[in-house]
């Protein structure tokens, strides 16, 4: 360890500059209205911590609202998407079929798509199926995703196919297979899914900007961002609003990155 330290350094110097940015959010949040944000040189802990500006956004905005709704929709788009990506991703990875390569080329190719081209046909169609604030129209163009399917092809092909020979022999179908050996399988890649999913869905801003237009229905990244008029850019109240937002992505995070570990699908196979 000692011939390292100066890696350790390096390191350690970087993950600082790197959670400045966020230790900073959190000390501005803490900051009383006394104190000026804007000193220099720069505060980083308040002198009088107070956990008043949390209080008085949470009372005077329907924040409880807008988690419950940034909730509902994260929750369902991971679910939807890890459904969604396995079930494409599956046959493209383990079936034999006509066309299949480029079938798969055609799907990544549209990661070079930015959102901002296919926005309007998006919002065009939700306006069309009657989606517009409705979680259902939040939800819409994240149920798939070019990304999601190319990760868990990849992981798919990773199973060895001796496990998948057994369990046809055992008589599972392909359904059943998808199912009880595959999924288990690659579960690191479902869950490195799951948190990129909930990360993209919960801190997106534009499409529920564009889809939304009732309060009731607003996001968080909606919600913070009606502190900018209510308060008149207090930054304190507009700072604990962001940490409540991102509460919950750190809490998944540190939650879900316990299950990333490799998992023992070819421990039973010789060779």
């Known amino acids: 360890m000692g011939k390292n330290w100066g890696i350790y350094v390096l390191l350690g110097a ?12 959190i000390s501005t949040s803490l900051k009383s209205a006394t104190e ?10 308040p002198s009088q911590p107070t956990f008043q500006n949390f209080v008085r956004v949470w009372e005077t905005n329907p924040f409880g609202r807008y988690l419950f709704n940034s909730t ?20 493209l990875a383990r079936l034999d079929f006509q066309g299949r390569d480029l079938i798969f080329a055609g799907i990544v190719s549209t990661i070079m ?4 081209i296919v926005m309007i046909p998006l919002y065009i169609l939700t306006v069309q199926l009657g989606l517009r604030n ?47 050996v595959m999924l288990p399988s690659v579960r690191p890649a479902l869950i490195t899914l799951a948190i990129f999913v ?16 009732r309060p009731e229905y607003y996001t968080l990244p909606l919600g913070v961002a009606t502190l900018a008029g209510t308060f008149s850019l207090d930054w304190r109240l507009i ?3 962001s940490v409540i937002s991102i509460i919950p992505v750190l809490l998944f995070f540190v ?10 699908s070819s421990s039973g196979v010789k060779g």
């Open 72 to 91: 509902v929709v994260a929750v369902l788009t991971v679910s939807l998407n890890l459904l969604f990506c396995s079930l494409a991703a599956y046959p």
């Open 255 to 264: 939650f879900m990155q316990r299950y990333i570990v490799p998992t023992d």
């Open 113 to 116: 798509i930015p959102f901002q």
């Open 14 to 25: 970087i993950a600082f500059v790197m959670l400045l940015p966020l230790l900073w959010l």
């Open 36 to 45: 000026n944000i804007f000193a220099f040189p720069p505060q980083l802990l």
């Open 239 to 241: 700072a604990a609003g």
């Open 134 to 180: 409705t979680y259902l129209g939040l939800i819409l163009p994240n149920l798939a995703s070019a990304f999601g399917i190319f990760l868990l092809r990849q992981a798919f092909q990773g199973v060895p196919k001796e496990l998948a020979e057994v369990a046809r022999i055992d008589g599972c179908t392909e359904l059943g297979l998808w199912w009880h």
């Open 198 to 213: 909930f990360i993209g869905s919960w801190s997106d801003f534009l499409w529920p900007l564009i889809v939304l237009d």
